[in-house]
Every structure is written in C-alpha cells, then in structure tokens.
C-alpha cells in the first residue's frame, strides 16, 4: 500500500539559512499534519491543512510557514534557521480530518 | 483532549503477550483512544484505536474499560521488532477540532531474547 512520502530525508543547513521540506499524503487523503521532534523528546503538533486551507495550528515558530497545494501535498518553508531546530520532522496524513492519521518516514533536520 | 498516563518503561520476553496499561481517567465521550508506537526514529506507527468496544486487529488488542478510564494494548505474541515507544494518545472524535494528535511520554517497551 502507498504510504507518506517526505522529502528530502536528510538535511543539513548553516544559521540563518532557509529549508523547505514536503510532503506528499497518501492517494486520497485530504488532510494532512506537521510534527516536529527534537531530540529525546515526544513529536509536537505543528500545522495541520484541509482541502488547501489551514486548520489547526500549534507550537510552530513565526519563521515557519506552510501550505497545501492543489494536488493536496504540503510544504513547510522554515526560514531563519537556527540550532534548535534540528530535529525530526514528521507528515502524517489522513482520508479526512479526525481519521486515523499515517506517518511518513519523517525528515532529518540539522542546522549547524 | 484528555490527559493520558502511561508507565515509563516494561520489559516483555520474546514470545510472551506484552500488555501496555494507559490512564485517561479525564477522557470524554466523544474522545477515542488511539496507539500509535515508534521505533527508533521512525515515523510513528499506527496500531489500534477504540471509542467504547474492544478493538482487535491483526497488529493488537485493545482492551477499553467499561468507564472508558483506562485502557490496555495487547501485543500477543511479541517479537524483538516490538521494542519501540508506544503511545497511547486520546484525541476528539468531533466538534472544531481537526484531529491533532498530542503524543505524552509513551511507555519504551522492550522485548529480550
């Protein structure tokens, strides 16, 4: 079965540089969700989209931006980059809000 | 969403059914409780979820008591592949809510030879 594609999975970017990562939802799913995981620590809910407008929005810093797009995969842009967020960035997407949610194999972020 | 405690960490022996209790004394009823597990860096995992009836599939089973309090994952027959973290997360079924899910410390089960 198709599963959640990330890209790239691996990643590594200097201070103050920007990153963009994407996400590509399993055929037929609607919604989809950013997580982020930092190092020894339990993911955290970022952003989430339906149907290309955003619906739920969490802990995400003001230098991240996101968005959907028509063929339903997302990208987070995160800008600015600085050493604590290196971390592990998860997309997870579902047939429809509330549904169970699947994750994709997540991408390795590094600032350095 | 509700609050869920889980116990740190369990050992299982290979072989043995691994039985993972979760606390969520404060869940609604409208609130299903969902596992999810992680190994090692991965993508979390989904296993199981259950609103009010107990769940089985072919990964686990999922135990809900009658007061919908407190909840028990079963892996039956458990391999050295389970050892992971496994989260047991309560999320809203409905209302303005789109489904985040908000992962607690989860339990590090892990399975010896």
């Known amino acids: 079965a198709a599963g959640v594609i990330q890209s790239p999975r691996h990643l590594i970017k200097e201070k103050r540089e920007t990153a963009t990562l994407k996400c590509y939802p399993i055929p037929r799913h609607d919604t989809v969700y950013w997580y982020q995981q930092g190092p020894g620590q339990d993911p955290q809910f970022l952003i989430s989209f339906y149907e290309k407008m955003q619906s739920d929005k969490g802990s995400i810093p003001d230098r991240f931006s996101a968005q959907q797009f028509s063929d339903y995969h997302s990208e987070l842009n995160m800008s600015s980059l600085e050493l604590g967020d290196s971390a592990l960035y998860f997309c997870a997407s579902s047939p429809a809000p509330r549904e169970t949610q699947y994750f994709g194999p997540g991408t390795r972020l590094l600032v350095l | 969403d509700a609050k869920t405690t889980q116990p740190p960490s369990m050992d299982c022996a290979e072989g043995r059914a691994a039985n993972l209790p979760c606390n969520h004394s404060t869940i609604s009823g409208n609130e299903y409780v969902y596992w999810y597990r992680q190994i090692h860096s991965q993508g979390p995992q989904y296993i199981i979820h259950?609103?009010?009836n107990n769940e089985t599939n072919e990964m686990a089973s999922l135990i809900i008591t009658e007061d919908r309090k407190s909840s028990t994952l079963i892996l039956p027959h458990a391999t050295l592949r389970d050892t992971a973290v496994y989260y047991c997360i309560v999320r809203v079924a409905g209302g303005t809510s789109y489904g985040k899910l908000t992962f607690g410390q989860g339990t590090i089960l892990t399975v010896h030879p």
């Open positions: 259950g609103l009010k």
